[in-house]
Nanobody, 121 residues
Framework: QVQLVESGGGLVQPGGSLRLSCAASGSIFGTNAMGWYRQAPGKQRELVATITPGGFTTYRDSVKGRFTTSRSNARSTAYLQMNSLKPEDTAVYYC???????????????WGQGTQVTVSS
């Protein structure tokens, strides 16, 4: 089982940038796919980006070209670089790890505390 702690959120103006981190401990980080998710107030949690153990990435359409996910298996840490942030990116951001299908479906029994990202002038 992998334990995850998200960090790096904050308040930023539209057009600004933030870099989120997801520190993992427990099971072998390097064998798990990673997913970044977000949940805005009153909305369902949605998948934002994924990265496989080998570094293949996918993104939801609304963040393509603005967000980049990466990982350091040596540091057991995943990252989400968010540029050109928009007010609609405001949400609590979470990460999770597991099989590729689990990451795509977001079907996890437990989640970390997440990190709040607020984009506002």
């Amino acid at each position: 089982q992998v334990q995850l702690v998200e960090s790096g959120g904050g308040l930023v103006q539209p057009g600004g940038s933030l870099r989120l981190s997801c520190a993992a401990s427990g099971s072998i980080f390097g064998t798990n796919a990673m997913g970044w998710y977000r949940q805005a107030p009153g909305k369902q949690r949605e998948l934002v980006a994924t990265i496989t153990p080998g570094g293949f990435t996918t993104y939801r359409d609304s963040v393509k070209g603005r967000f980049t996910t990466s990982r350091s298996n040596a540091r057991s840490t995943a990252y989400l670089q968010m540029n050109s942030l928009k007010p609609e990116d405001t949400a609590v951001y979470y990460c999770n790890a597991g099989t590729w299908s689990a990451v795509l479906a977001g079907t996890f029994d437990s989640w970390g505390q997440g990190t709040q990202v607020t984009v506002s002038s």
